[in-house]
């Protein structure tokens, strides 16, 4: 049977076995990407549910709701930083992240620090309005309640949509699953709705159980939960599933060595000659000659007192 048998247009000869597959890891590797049908994520920017094929939006549900089964998630939170000056919907590659949220990811090529904790872009005022430059985020493989044997999407959780306490029954991603596991009910299990809280003014979604899986379902959600794709969708940030590069960090020139470097270094060298002024004067200062000072007299004792009056009479 030659190539162009197996394949005709005549239909299709496979045997039954090898029918409705998903592409492995092994052949999109070979394939020089993620392969046909991959890079697919749910954006919320904007508010809004915006359906990505390889950084390509292809649809908009402009619902403030939308049910989805999560396959699987991160087990961890992720970091992402971004050196460059953001623009309203451009996706770009992050200059540095961490997908355990502890130290950097191997693929970065220039780490902001060596373990996430100690991080200068992990400091509160290092970003915008005295947040943090380093975002928190939550990546999750899920699959839409109306097409649970269809295809996995990536979905990835601002902070504001992880953590935070349930108000109004209005609960985060983690308030979510806890409430769901504190009744023995996995997450997996469930169609879950994702909606955007209105009260919100940047993108925060919240979630609630809408009904249990089907057995058959929850057969088909377990395959899935494993697959490459899901493992895609959990450990790749946004910029690797949409194939973007990274924006070019900005840089300064110092004007006494005359080398370009990033503003953060900038920034670190201005206050660190700062510092060592500061440190120079204050030695000068101690090394200087003392000024020498005239002696007080010492205080006369009451007779020497009486003595001066009857003197001066």
């Known amino acids: 049977m030659s190539e162009m048998t197996l394949f005709s247009k005549g239909g299709n000869t496979l045997p039954?076995?090898?029918?409705n597959l998903q592409l492995d890891a092994t052949t999109k590797a070979l394939m020089g990407g993620s392969g046909s049908g991959g890079g697919k994520r749910i954006s919320i920017r904007g508010n809004v549910f915006r359906?990505?094929?390889d950084g390509k939006e292809i649809a908009q549900n402009e619902d403030r709701a939308m049910n989805i089964v999560i396959a699987a998630a991160n087990a961890n939170v992720s970091r992402t930083f971004y050196a460059g000056?953001?623009?309203?919907?451009?996706?770009?590659?992050?200059?540095?992240?961490?997908?355990?949220?502890?130290?950097?990811?191997?693929?970065?090529?220039?780490p902001e620090a060596s373990k996430c904790a100690s991080c200068a872009q992990n400091i509160k005022g290092s970003g915008q309005n005295d947040s943090r430059a380093c975002r928190f985020s939550q990546r999750l493989a899920v699959v839409l309640e109306n097409d649970i044997r269809g295809d996995i999407y990536q979905l990835t959780l601002p902070a504001q949509s992880i953590f935070g306490a349930v108000e109004n029954g209005k609960m985060p991603l983690q308030a979510y699953a806890k409430f769901l596991g504190s009744h023995g009910l996995p997450v997996t299990a469930v169609v879950t709705e994702m909606r955007f809280d209105t009260a919100s003014a940047t993108p925060r979604l919240t979630f609630k159980a809408v009904r249990p899986l089907e057995a058959e379902e929850m057969a088909t959600i377990e395959v899935k939960g494993k697959s490459a794709e899901a493992k895609t969708a959990t450990q790749s940030t946004v910029a690797m599933v949409d194939g973007t590069k990274a924006i070019p960090a900005p840089t300064v020139v110092d004007e006494?060595?005359?080398?370009?470097?990033?503003?953060?270094?900038?920034?670190?060298?201005?206050?660190?000659?700062?510092e060592q002024r500061k440190v120079e004067a204050e030695a000068a200062e101690d090394t200087a000659e003392p000024t020498k000072r005239a002696k007080k007299a010492a205080p006369k004792d009451v007779a020497d007192i009486l003595d001066d009056w009857a003197e001066a009479e």
């Open 51 to 53: 359906m990505m094929v």
């Open 256 to 274: 006494v060595t005359g080398t370009t470097v990033t503003p953060e270094m900038a920034h670190a060298i201005t206050s660190g000659r700062k």
């Open 16 to 19: 039954a076995h090898l029918q």
């Open 85 to 110: 000056t953001y623009q309203e919907g451009q996706s770009t590659a992050p200059s540095c992240w961490s997908n355990d949220g502890i130290t950097p990811d191997i693929k970065v090529e220039a």
